[in-house]
């Protein structure tokens, strides 16, 4: 198993910026890539951001690019989620997500952190 746990959530004024950070335990050496997905009141979960364990590959939503920046430090066993230029509509729980997949970490992940509320209110 795979235990997430995420951090750095908070209330923020629009044009603000937050760092999330995910760090993972367990059987790590499985995890091949880790993301992000944020769920809305009233929406679906949604997927934000993932990003290979090994070679940095990364992929965005389109809402979120050019705003956010997701990396890893593998010493740390940790991922983060950099939000810049925040919106009103940024306003979710963010969840970490990891998988053995490249591809599933984008669709299905199979491990899930327990999420972390970030709203972009003034």
């Known amino acids: 198993q795979v235990q997430l746990v995420e951090s750095g959530g908070g209330l923020v004024q629009p044009g603000g910026s937050l760092r999330l950070s995910c760090a993972a335990s367990?059987?790590?050496?499985?995890?091949?890539?880790m993301g992000w997905y944020r769920q809305a009141p009233g929406k679906e979960r949604e997927f934000v951001a993932r990003i290979s364990w090994s070679g940095g590959n990364t992929l965005y939503a389109d809402s979120v690019k050019g705003r956010f920046t997701i990396s890893r430090d593998n010493a740390k066993n940790t991922v983060y989620l950099q939000m810049n230029s925040l919106k009103p509509e940024d306003t979710a729980v963010y969840y970490c997500?990891?998988?053995?997949?490249?591809?599933?970490?984008?669709?299905?992940?199979?491990?899930w952190g327990q999420g972390t509320q970030v709203t972009v209110s003034s």
């Open positions: 997500a990891a998988d053995h997949s490249l591809i599933a970490i984008a669709t299905t992940p199979r491990y």
């Open positions: 367990g059987r790590i050496f499985s995890i091949n890539a």
